[in-house]
Structure formats: structure tokens, C-alpha cells
């Protein structure tokens, strides 16, 4: 009896050694439950402009499946709400959010920039909105909104430029900033290129880093320095912004 109880111990004390070691050869991710819940994984590698160093850890990213449909975070009925007052759709709006706090509400950037949608205080300010309010999700979604309707006038784009290109120059001035964008547009007409093409606009934007042209006198916002991280955020965010069109319906 005693050698039969020796050999079983030592029996489940090998196959819990192996278990373990199979956990840390192969180990898995644990995924949030209720109801039919499905993590959605970064779908393409990021990199954070503005919004770098926040204060608070990154909020979990769920799919929930509810009869056929999937939605894209706890924000959902938030972003429809915000689109359907600007005219954005509600799945950019997910995508801006993923890329700038991960769908963190309480996320503070070292520049200032804060929420789901990294708002800067001087754009609460520009719409009359006082900072504790502009916290809140809705809120920080609406001001991006109105950010992004700001941004589109601003870049006075005629009917013939491209779906393609507006969301490329419209996300690039959110990301690096309206005046570089302007700026890089005048350089762009004054060399007799398009103006409206991201292509080229993105070049310009590359060549604000130079002295001989953002001393340029067309320019207004001086020397730009974002261009890795503006070309890397519209590139993830239009990326993310596919990728919620297929999984999520209006």
C-alpha cells in the first residue's frame, strides 16, 4: 500500500510539472465573457503620435455578438449617436478612438490631450465646453466630431478629390495638426502639384522638415517634425477603420 500511494504521488507530481511546462511553451490569452463575447486583437501594429505615455492602462477591445450583428467596443451606441449629428460614420469614429486611448475614458496624454478621443483643451475651449464636461465619452466623441467637420472645411477640397484622399488629409490634420496640412497644401499648388492628393500633400509634409521650405512664405505653421508618426496613424487608422466596416453593420 505504501508503495502504491509513493508511486501515484509521484505520479501527479510529473504530470503537473509537464502540464505547467506545456503553459509556458503555449501560452494563451484570456478573453472577457458574457453572452457570445470575442476579443478583436490589434489588427495592425501602432504607433502612438499624440497620444504616447497615458496615464491609465488601455480598456479591453470586445466584440459582442447579438443576433448576427458585432459590435466594436462599449461605445458603440455612443458613436452612432455622434455620427449621426456630424454625418461621420460611427465605425471611423471606433477606429480614431482605438488608435488614440485603446477606448480608454480616463486617458490623459503628456501633451494634455485626454479621453477616447484625445481632445486637447484648446478644442474643448473652441466649442464652449468646459474640460470636466469634455471628459465625459459622449462628449469627447461629440468634440471629435465637430473636430473632424472643422478639419473638413478647412482643407476646402473640391467634389472631384477622393473618398480616399479626404479621410487620408482629414486624419493627418487631426493627427498632426490643420495648419501643417495647410501648409503643405500651399507648397504643393505653388509647385504646381495637386493639392488634393494625399500622396502629395504627404510628401510636402516630409519636406516641412527642411529649411528651404517651411521658410518657404507660403508656409504659416513653420517646421514639421510628425511626418513617421502622421503617415502611420492615417495608414493604422484607415486599416482599422476596413476592418470594423467588415465585422460591424450600420
Known amino acids: 500500500m505504501f508503495k502504491k500511494t509513493v508511486l501515484t504521488v509521484s505520479f501527479l507530481t510529473v504530470l503537473a510539472i509537464f502540464i505547467s511546462s506545456e503553459r509556458l511553451l503555449n501560452p494563451t490569452q484570456s478573453a472577457v465573457q458574457y453572452d457570445s463575447v470575442q ?3 490589434p489588427l495592425v501594429s501602432t504607433v502612438e503620435a499624440t497620444t504616447s505615455n497615458l496615464t491609465k492602462a488601455p480598456a479591453t477591445i470586445v466584440a459582442v455578438k447579438k443576433s448576427g450583428n458585432r459590435s466594436i467596443s462599449a461605445y458603440d451606441d455612443m458613436m452612432r449617436r455622434a455620427a449621426a449629428e456630424s454625418g461621420h460614420d460611427w465605425r471611423l469614429l471606433s477606429a480614431i478612438a482605438y488608435h488614440e486611448s485603446r477606448f480608454n475614458p480616463e486617458a490623459v496624454s503628456k501633451v494634455g490631450a485626454f479621453g ?5 483643451p484648446r478644442v474643448a475651449e ?7 464636461e469634455a471628459f465625459e465619452p459622449e462628449m469627447n ?4 466630431s465637430k473636430l ?9 477640397l473640391s467634389d472631384s478629390a477622393s473618398e480616399e484622399d479626404r479621410l487620408s488629409l482629414m486624419l493627418a490634420s487631426y493627427v498632426g495638426g490643420i495648419g501643417h496640412v495647410r501648409d503643405a497644401q500651399r507648397l504643393a499648388a505653388k509647385y ?3 493639392p488634393e492628393n494625399w500622396e502629395v500633400v504627404s510628401r510636402y509634409l516630409e519636406l516641412k522638415g527642411q529649411p ?3 521658410e518657404d512664405s507660403v ?12 503617415l502611420a496613424y492615417v495608414r493604422n487608422v484607415k486599416s482599422h477603420y476596413d476592418k470594423y466596416c467588415e465585422v460591424a453593420t450600420h
Do not use: H
Open 212 to 214: 528651404e521650405y517651411y
Open 219 to 230: 508656409v504659416r505653421c513653420g517646421r514639421f517634425t510628425g511626418i513617421k508618426q502622421t
Open 148 to 156: 473632424l467637420n472643422k478639419i473638413s472645411r478647412s482643407l476646402k
Open 116 to 120: 477616447l478621443m484625445q481632445i486637447m
Open 126 to 132: 473652441q466649442f464652449n465646453v468646459p474640460q470636466e
Open 39 to 41: 476579443t478583436i486583437l
Open 192 to 194: 504646381s502639384e495637386d
Open 141 to 144: 466623441i461629440r468634440l471629435a
